[in-house]
Structure formats: C-alpha cells, structure tokens
DNA sequence: ACCTATTTTTGACATAAGTCAAGGCAGTGC
DNA sequence: GCACTGCCTTGACTTATGTCAAAAATAGGT
C-alpha cells in the first residue's frame, strides 16, 4: 500500500470519527447537518501528548474545548501544592465551556491523562452561531445545568459527608455508569480518584482496606466488585464504617 | 386617606418594584421593554411568611423563581439531619433554574428566611420564550456559568482549605462585595454562616475567637472590622491560623 | 422592663483524616 | 536476571474538627 493511500484513509477515518462525536454529544444533540457542518466549521482540532497543559487557571479564555479522544482532566491546585481534581472528561465532554458565558478567565487548568484529540471552539464564531440557533443554547442550557446538578452532589458529599460515605457514593455510580453489574473498572489511579473525593491516596487506601474486610467489596488492582450494594448505599447515605 | 387609595398606591408601588427588580436582574439584563412585558406576562406572585418551604428536594420542577423581596436559602439535609446550606439569595437572583433545562427534580431545598415576594416562572412559558430570544437565551448562559463558577471556588474551598481558610476568603469576598471598606455585616447569623462554610457553630465561633486575639479581625455581633487584610488574604491561600 | 426562646460561646472529650516515613509490588527497559 | 520508577500500602503520630453539655449573651414579644 502506498503511504499517500494509508494518509487518506486515516484522514478520513478521523473525519468520520470527529462527525460522531459532534453528534453524539449532549450540548449537540438534535441538531440538523447543517447545523453540525457550521459547527465543524469554527472548530480547530489539537493535539496533545499525555501530561499536557491545555490552560492555565486565569488564562484568558478565547474559547472551550470537546475531547474527541483521549482524556482530560480540570483541576485546581492549593498554595502548598495541593491537587485537587475537579472533573475528569472524555469523548464527547465539552470544558472550559462556562467563561465563554460568564466572560472571564479560566477558573481552573485543564491537563491531557493520555494522548488527546480535542476540538477547540473559539469564542466569538460560536457566541454567533448560538445566537442564531435555539435549539442550540437550548442544549447548552442543558449541559450547563446538569454540571450545576453535578456540582451540587459534590459539594453535599464533601461538606456533608465523610470520605468512606463519598467513596461508597463513587462506587455506586461508576457500577451504574459502566452498566457492567456489580463490576466497576477504575478508569483513573488510585491517587486522582482520592483526589476527586477531596483526600489523599492514604487515606483512600485503607477505607478500601476497611471495605474490604468487611465484604462491602473486593479490590484487585483496578477491578473492584460490588459484594453488598445495599451495604453500600447505606453507607453513602450514614455515613459511618463500622 | 381613604383605604381604597392606601391599596392603589400599595399596588402601584408594589409593580414598580417588580418592573425594577426584573429589569435588574442579570438574568434579563439588556432585554426590551416589550421581552420584559412578556415575562411579567408568565410570571407567577407568590408570598411566603418567613421559614416556609418553597419547594422540597425530588419534588416535580414546574418553573423556577426570582427573589422580588426577602431571602431564600437552598440547603440539602444528610440522613442524620445535618443541614448544608448552599447558597443564599436576594432580591433580583434568580433560583431553581437548573431542573427548567435538565428536566429534572429539585435536586435540593428552599426555604424562606424572611417573609419574602417571589416570582414563578411557569416551566412551559419560559422555554417557549427563551427558543424566540436568543439574548434571553445568552443571558441565561452566563447566569448558569457564573453559578459553575462560583461552585468551582465553594468546591475548591471545602476540598483543599481548612475551615480558617474558608472563612478569610469569604470574609474578604463579603467586604469586596458590600464595598464598605473594611466593614462586613453579615446579614445571616453565625449558624447559617456556619453551614454556608461547611461547619459547625462551635468551631466557627472558636475560629472567629482565635482571628480576633490575633488582630486579624474585630467581631461586634454581626458586624465585624477587617484589620488586616493582608493576613486574611494569606490564611485564604495557605490556610493554617498560627 | 420582663420573660422566653434563640443564638452564641466555652469547655472537655472523641475521632476522622492528614503528615511523615518506610516498605512492598508491578511494570519497563537494559 | 536486575535495577529503576511509579504506584500503592502500612504504621506511628499529630491535628483539625466534630460531639456533647452547659453557661452566657442576645433578640423578640407582651
């Protein structure tokens, strides 16, 4: 095969891909082709390596971004150094979406996990667009407030609720978002899950110790299984192991 | 004075204050008189004495409200019946918009603390409007991404500051917002606060104790002299009190 | 001004979770 | 096979913050 023929295809394999993902995500749902090409049509692919900076905390922000393939992942750091992982997102998630609205500076940075693909939607072209297309700030409107939804069970686990509550909350929802029974795959180490519960990985380690011995769950690696889903709930709800 | 010209005047002065307040708000900031009429048009009156419930967690959203008067608070309660307050509003804010657009249920509760006037805005109508207004439409955006952003910063607080620290930066954001120089008054008590901070009353009151041996702060009852900025603003980044 | 109810403060105590430090385990490349 | 690196676990210790209980202060209503 030629190198120009193997060029094509993949061109037109990224093509295909990028169209999917456009369509599939929530924020562009329901919208004709023609409306998905406009789109298409600002947007400006990147690339990045894992371990990337996309933007900084207090960047200026020109524009969001949708992960096409990869993984991103938003978070802030404290004065001592402290990470504290906000979000993680992948294809189809669009980020860094909220001071395109709000007008202001990125409030907090964003890295690639892995090798990324991302779609770059600059400010003012889409600001247009959306002025021009209902049912597109529609489903803006509708990505923004699922976030805020989002936003509001995290703040209640953090404030209200202590860390063996917060993971036991994690886990049920992982088992229901991978649909894969009482079986979750971590999709993350260890130590960025404890920083997405507000904790550090020690702390994580031995609740996931604790569990263990009291066959709430069964850890190997990254594969956790579920052996007391009702003992679970009850313990995002209560609060307290044993 | 005739009772009947107390009434009319009441009501005149009573619409005024609507029109303002609506007019005010950042949510319909920029809009004709006519967009303005037209939401007057499906807006709901509703009165509620002080401590009444505006509307339950889980239960069905049909519209959301605007604070014409008064002040409402959105908390979430935990199994033991620990209460979380997450935001507290005012007049001209806007509040229970995010079921309008995820189509779903209250995701938290509202409670008056005053005797408050608020407007309800009938699910239906407001979508209607919003897919013929496209600056509504943009408003509404940035009054959701504001709200996002705002989380960010609550999440960021409970997750990486310790309770000192959380309490100097809302210290300093209160005497930004209220422009009083380096005089705050709180207008929700201690407790409230509290909670608003992710704490208790006891270890609110001890904190505020130790910053006021310490000159960083003078608390008289609800009022409290910033005087040291500086070193409030260093305990929000770093976080330990001596 | 008085009484009551609420809010705030204080103290003694319990505990969850962070820090520091060391060791184990797994994957990768040489 | 071996060392190297990154990730995870474990232990001893410290500390911030919550709990419980009671006193003090404040605000509201009559």
Redesign the pocket.
Known sequence: MSKIGDNFNKKRKIMKKILDIISQAPLFNGLSQEQLGQIRQIAIDKFYDKGKTVFMESDDCNGFYIVVAGKVKIYKVSF?G?EHILHIYGPGNPFGEVPVFSGRKFPANAETLLRSHLLFIPRPAFVDLISENPSLSLNMLAVLSMRLRQFTVQIENLSLK???ARLASYLVYLADEQATGDFVFLTI???QLASLL????????????KMNKQNLIQ?EG?NIKLLNRNGLEELAQHG?LQ
């Open positions: 001592e402290k202590e860390v063996p180490s260890k130590g507000g904790t550090i990985p020690e702390t994580l380690s031995r609740i996931l110790a850890v990254r307290k």
